[in-house]
């Protein structure tokens, strides 16, 4: 039986010395391996649409337990993002997000088009890297069901107060009369808790500003067409980046390679 599906190319393996195994994220199947015969040879027509962030349409039939790949058609190869080290590192990161969060038999179709926005976006300079890179987090935190509650200081309740801070730890904003109990609250559910403990527990709940608040707030309810709909005063762009990058990576639990990666190359 042939099958027909749109795919967005996550990691390529080499599989044996003539083909190769390419990690799909498809709308209809999550996540899915399939197999490039021949691709290792640079003479292979499917080279083009097998390439890394490659947004393809396959025609793949079963053998072996293994799905096969019989004809492929690029559709968007978002070829600019290959000019920029930076960019490509930035798509490396989204792939690797993407690879662990998507799995086998799971319908993520607004997960694959954030995915493929964000390629969009960072191809074409629709926004600044750190904004496309706070974007995607947010949206994705969003779409795997822990967007980070931005309403009301989670131990008061208070919806307006002088200042706010972001508890990392619990995914919820508290007010600064609050943070103190919210912190001794946090020790209380941990058996014990030392020093340098504390100290690390004290800078994951951190001092945000209403910008920061109100761009997160909007991440997390806009429609998907808006993504990149708002604006915010450049001095707070940094503590955007900050929270989303902590809140995705923290729910995670993983060490990104492809993170360090590219922070390493933006510091350049
Ligand atoms: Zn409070």
Not at 19 to 33: H, P, Y
Not at 60 to 73: A, S, V
Not at 101 to 122: C, D, K, P, W
Request: charged content about 25%; overall charge neutral; aromatic content about 10%.
């Amino acid at each position: 039986m042939l099958i027909g599906i749109k795919g967005l190319v996550l990691r390529v393996i080499p599989r044996t010395e003539s083909d190769r195994l390419v990690v799909l994220f498809t709308a209809e199947r999550g996540k899915i391996t399939v197999c490039a015969k021949g691709s290792r040879s640079a003479k292979s027509k499917l080279l083009p649409c097998i390439e890394p962030f490659a947004y393809s349409e396959f025609v793949l039939y079963e053998k072996d337990g293994y799905f096969w790949i019989r004809e492929g058609l690029l559709i968007e190869n978002f070829y600019k993002i290959r000019e920029d080290v930076t960019k490509l590192a930035l798509a490396s990161y989204f792939c690797e997000v993407l690879d662990l969060v998507v799995y086998e038999n799971m319908q993520e179709t607004e997960l694959l088009r954030l995915g493929l926005n964000s390629f969009h976006a960072i191809a074409n300079d629709l926004r600044p890297l750190p904004i496309i890179k706070a974007v995607f987090e947010m949206r994705a935190c969003l779409l795997l069901g822990f967007a980070p509650n931005m309403e009301r200081c989670s131990v008061c309740g208070r919806k307006n107060a002088a200042s706010f801070c972001f508890s990392l730890m619990d995914g919820e904003i508290v007010c600064g009369d609050c943070r103190e109990r919210a912190l001794h609250a946090y020790f209380a559910t941990q058996r014990s808790v030392n020093a340098e403990e504390e100290r690390r527990y004290a800078t994951q709940i951190y001092l945000i500003s209403e910008n920061v608040r109100a761009a997160v707030r909007y991440l997390t309810t806009c429609p998907a067409d808006k993504i990149y709909g708002f604006t915010m005063p450049e001095a707070d762009v940094p503590q955007l980046c900050k929270l989303c990058e902590d809140h995705l990576t923290y729910r995670l639990e993983k060490k990104l390679r492809t993170l360090d990666f590219y922070h390493e190359v933006e510091a350049l």
